[in-house]
């Protein structure tokens, strides 16, 4: 059952370009969303995340836009450069009953970004 | 500060055998999540351990079990193993209650393949 759904599955983007990738949910209770890098043969890595009682937040080059209404949120990377050729992860967290949270993760993005 | 360090990074294991992954947590993180992670696939949770117990569990069968040291270490135990249990396993450590407002660190893994 797949509660977070991203796309697209991989993406191609010139360098300078804007890369955009997107996520959907269904679950009202994920109260935390963040984003993760992943580069081969490494841990995912948090990029940035957001709340839903936020519509939008900057870092550096990444944005979240959220839309709580329509469950969907999205990361932009602006001037996208070819050392951000990764793979990435949208994710929904929840509380576990004792007091801990999990994350769902999406199927992720595989980003290349070329010169 | 150390990140979070898992061992082995690889390892090869026969139909039916069992494993024990292992994983130190980040200096000044308490709890300790498991996440397995399919080729191509984003990392679904198993479970996590606060406290040196169980604080929650996903949708795995009870054939993979862990534990948790008081340093804050855990294992990953996976019994009876089956082809379909061949994944990059990930640990990832947390502050109890704050990883939603921090995020977990992930360590890189360990790529087991079930032959």
């Known amino acids: 059952q797949q509660q977070v759904k991203q796309s697209p599955q991989s993406l191609i983007v010139q360098k300078g370009g804007i890369s955009i990738i997107n996520c959907a949910y269904e679950n009202t209770a994920f109260d935390y969303f963040p984003w993760y890098q992943q580069f081969p043969g490494k841990g995912p890595a948090l990029l940035i995340a957001i709340r839903p009682d936020v519509s939008e937040k900057k870092e550096g080059r990444f944005t979240i836009s959220f839309n709580k209404s329509a469950k969907q949120f999205s990361l932009h990377i602006m001037d996208s450069q070819p050392g951000d050729s990764a793979t990435y992860f949208c994710?929904?967290?929840?509380?576990?009953?004792?007091?801990?949270?999990?994350?769902?993760f999406g199927t992720g993005t595989q980003l290349k970004v070329e010169l | 500060e150390t990140g979070v360090t898992q061992s082995p990074t690889h390892l090869i294991k026969t139909r039916g055998q069992q494993v024990t992954l292992r994983c130190s947590s980040q200096s000044g993180h308490n709890t300790v999540s498991w996440y397995q992670q399919a080729l191509g696939q984003g990392p679904q949770f198993i479970f996590q351990y606060y406290r040196e117990e169980e604080n929650g569990r996903g949708n795995f069968p009870p054939r993979f079990s862990g534990l948790q040291f008081p340093n804050y270490s855990s294992e990953l135990n996976v019994n009876a193993l089956e082809l379909d249990d061949s994944a990059l396993y990930l640990c990832?450590?947390?502050?109890?209650?704050?990883?939603?407002?921090?995020?977990?660190?992930f360590g890189s893994g360990t790529r087991l393949t079930v032959v």
């Open positions: 994710a929904a967290s929840t509380w576990l009953t004792g007091g801990g949270n999990k994350l769902t």
């Open positions: 990832a450590s947390s502050s109890h209650g704050g990883g939603n407002t921090y995020g977990y660190t």
